[in-house]
């Protein structure tokens, strides 16, 4: 059965002078790997061996503020560029999603030229990369185009290493108005938006075109177990879609993580994650269930 990673960022094509900007440093983001992870093309392609299909993207910078931009987000429309010319290369395996800044004008044109142009399938947001609040006009805009288009959309949910940007942007409770004002725009909710993963849980099971994706979650063991239990009791196991978050991590840590999910319970009563449902996550149709097959 086939693997499907619906999570993945690309590596920068056309980097700055500086060594340090073609790798991540994991520390905010990994509490159990503190070292810097190399994200190439070569690293990254590599790392996707054994996964059929991957949705790869960028984040686009906010134009108006450097203070919140790190080597994860760039300009418009070199951000996009560099994401098509990844897919070009691989175009049985890789799906290219555009980002915009919402507060950016042409915001509109450059989602017309990425899908028309460049081919691409979905939309990445990051609410906390990005400083934008997802229940503004702004943002809206973007949501209503994506809508009319039949683009996902992606958004980072949850914790965020970006200090000058508000966090409540990136709680997921806000996606339910969005999902209410947008009911046919598919959207996924990044990293089942920890460490808010019951706040996930209830607006993607009120909304049937709202997943989540369970990227992030092994790491931490505990919260991971948690997460899964909820999600678990709460009938929204089926709403679950595998991605790794590449590079800070890799699908085939990802997949491990999720079968040693019960491992933290162990020689407790503590109940168990169903294996069942968690192979089915692995596997799941998330290109059929985003209208991307
Ligand atoms: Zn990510």
Known sequence: MPIFDIHTHAPRRSLPDDPGASSTSD???????????????????????????????NIAADPEDDRN???????VPEVNDDTAAIVREHPEKLIGFLTVHARDPKALDEIDRCVGDLGMKGIKLGP????????????????????????????HQ???????ADLDY?????????????????????HMAHPWQIDCIVVIRKHPNVFADISAQFYRPWSAWNAFCLAQEWGVMHKLLFGSDLPIATPQETIDG????????????????????????IHR???GLLGLS
Do not use: C, W
């Open 170 to 190: 990136a709680h997921p409770r806000h996606i339910d108005r969005v999902a209410t004002a947008f009911p046919d725009l598919k959207m996924i909710l990044a």
């Open 69 to 75: 931009n790190s080597n994860l987000q760039y300009a």
């Open 258 to 281: 999720l079968r040693s999910i019960n491992e933290v319970i162990e020689g407790t009563g503590l109940p168990r994650i169903d294996e069942e449902q968690i192979e089915a996550i």
């Open 27 to 57: 520390a905010l983001y990994r509490p159990d790997k503190h070292a810097s992870t190399a994200h190439t093309p070569e690293t990254y392609i590599a790392a996707l061996d054994g996964i059929q299909r991957a949705v790869v993207f």
């Open 285 to 287: 149709d998330s290109l």
């Open 128 to 155: 906390n990369y990005q400083n934008i609040d997802p229940l503004s006009p702004e943002a809206f805009r973007v949501f209503k185009r994506a809508e009319e288009l039949g683009l996902p959309v992606l958004l």
């Open 158 to 164: 949850g914790t965020s290493p970006v200090q000058f």
